[in-house]
């Protein structure tokens, strides 16, 4: 079974200029989450779509992310404008259904490491 | 407060040693726990769910103490393999799928 792909895995741009990153769940995987880690730090929730509806995107700097999952499938999370503290790994995650305690497992991509300069 | 808090590491520890890690989380409501392992520079994986009072598998044993809002993992006979980072992981059930992670605690085995 295919697991979560991500793309790009690396990129570096400079402040002030926008990123886009996008993700694809594992197939039939009703929940997408998108995690920030910075470095020495554990994953942090950015936002979370079940099927192509939003669940929770309170912790989301909505200023200057955005995120979209249109046909409840793949998702593309946007940074614009990226400032020098949004360096970090971005992580993707899915869930058969976030919502049955029986299919909490999330797997993650490999992830896309920013770097802000 | 951290909603969940482990040890700081790092933990050097010789191969076959026994080394236990633990966490304290903030919410009472909080159900479900998990310990996460996460290799340098690739993406956190499951290791072991904890549902109840703790459960074992092969080397390691995971505890929770709900009086307490304790959450311990133990490696027994490290192996070199074990090096990464430990993740504690807790779910608020409220929240549907929402997991809330430690900050880690890294582990490294030497020979």
């Known amino acids: 079974e295919a697991g979560v792909a991500q793309s790009p895995r690396y990129k570096i741009i400079e402040k002030r200029q926008s990123v886009a990153f996008w993700c694809n769940p594992i197939?039939?995987?009703?929940?997408l989450y998108w995690y920030q880690q910075i470095l020495g730090q554990g994953p942090k929730l950015l936002i979370q779509?079940?099927?192509?509806?939003?669940?929770?995107d309170s912790q989301l700097p909505k200023d200057r992310f955005s995120a979209e999952r249109l046909k409840g499938v793949d998702s593309t999370l946007k940074i614009q404008p990226a400032k020098l503290e949004d360096s970090a790994v971005y992580l993707c995650?899915?869930?058969?259904?976030?919502?049955?305690?029986?299919?909490?497992?999330?797997?993650f991509g490999p992830g896309t490491r920013l770097t802000v300069t | 407060r951290k909603e969940v808090e482990q040890d700081p590491g790092p933990f050097n520890v010789p191969e076959g040693a026994t080394v236990a890690f633990n966490c304290t989380y903030s919410?009472?409501?909080?159900?479900?726990f998990f310990w996460y392992r996460q290799d340098c520079r690739k993406e956190p994986k499951l290791l072991m769910s904890v549902y109840s009072s703790g459960n074992e598998d092969g080397r390691f044993t995971a505890q929770l103490n709900r009086a307490s809002q304790y959450i311990s993992l133990l490696i027994r006979d490290s192996k070199l393999s074990d090096s990464a980072t430990y993740l504690c992981?807790?779910?608020?059930?409220?929240?549907?799928?929402?997991?809330?992670f430690g900050q880690g605690t890294e582990l490294s085995v030497k020979p």
């Open positions: 919410n009472s409501a909080s159900q479900s």
């Open positions: 197939s039939g995987h009703a929940t």
């Open positions: 995650a899915s869930s058969l259904d976030g919502w049955d305690r029986r299919t909490y497992e999330q797997y």
């Open positions: 992981v807790v779910n608020e059930d409220n929240q549907g799928g929402k997991l809330i």
């Open positions: 779509f079940q099927n192509n509806g939003v669940v929770d």
